[in-house]
């Protein structure tokens, strides 16, 4: 069962060159097909962003038939935050609060999805985290640890297919032995098994922070693990994305 998992901040579509070009997202997306797709900074009612639902846009411009969104900041007019773009059906959600006091407001959006077996009439469900971290050091810690103590994640089976992705805003790859020494996770975003590689993402014209992850747990084989390499990338948005090909067992309970 392979699966294919991108995460993206888009930056609300408005890229480096200040446009909002909601058409070059879609081109980037449309090209890598991904069944999962993880996005951050997404407008709804604003603006900026011509007042669009941007994950609702996104949906229709390239043919996902599920989607969630977890609004996480609000503005004078309209809100943003995460969307998750799925082919294959969401059967629940939640956008879990990470905002501490005194910092802007954040969150990961949870949502478990039914990949579709090829046994007839199988599928396996696929917990899925989608989050964006804190600017400050001192946020990013206690944020992981406000979503490894949610419900959702602290009722998972320790067997159970999991992934969690998105912007951490991890300049120094300081999180990541909190998922992969701790929690049994596998980064899918660097250049080798380790996670001390790190594709690098940011800013998009010319990458020195590898900022944007995903970490896998379960039966999930990494089969490939990728940055975007299209020119029109490094003007889209001020991050690259990341992908992963993932193979997915299909006797997972």
Known sequence: MPLRVMSYNIHRAIGVDRRFRPERIARIIEHH???ILLLQEVDVGVPR????????????????????LGLNVALTQ?????????RFPITSQRNIDLTLPGHKARGCLYTRIEVASPEE????????FNLHLGLSFHER????????????????????????????NDWFTRLAPM??????????????ENFQSPYLTYPSFSPTGGLDKIFVRGPLTILKRQRCRMQISKIASDHLPVLADLELEESTP
Request: charged share 15%; proline share 7%.
């Open 33 to 35: 097909q991904p069944d």
């Open 49 to 68: 962003s011509r007042n669009l639902d941007l994950a609702e846009e996104f949906a229709g411009l390239c043919g996902y038939a599920h989607r969630a």
């Open 78 to 86: 309209g809100h943003y935050g995460n969307a998750t773009l799925s």
């Open 121 to 128: 009439g199988g599928a396996v469900s696929l917990a899925v």
């Open 141 to 168: 810690p206690q944020q992981v640890g406000m979503v490894v103590k949610s419900p959702e994640f602290v009722e998972l089976p320790p067997g159970a297919p999991c992934i969690v992705a998105g912007d951490f």
């Open 179 to 192: 998922f992969t020494e701790i929690m049994g996770f596998r980064c899918a975003s660097s250049h080798k």
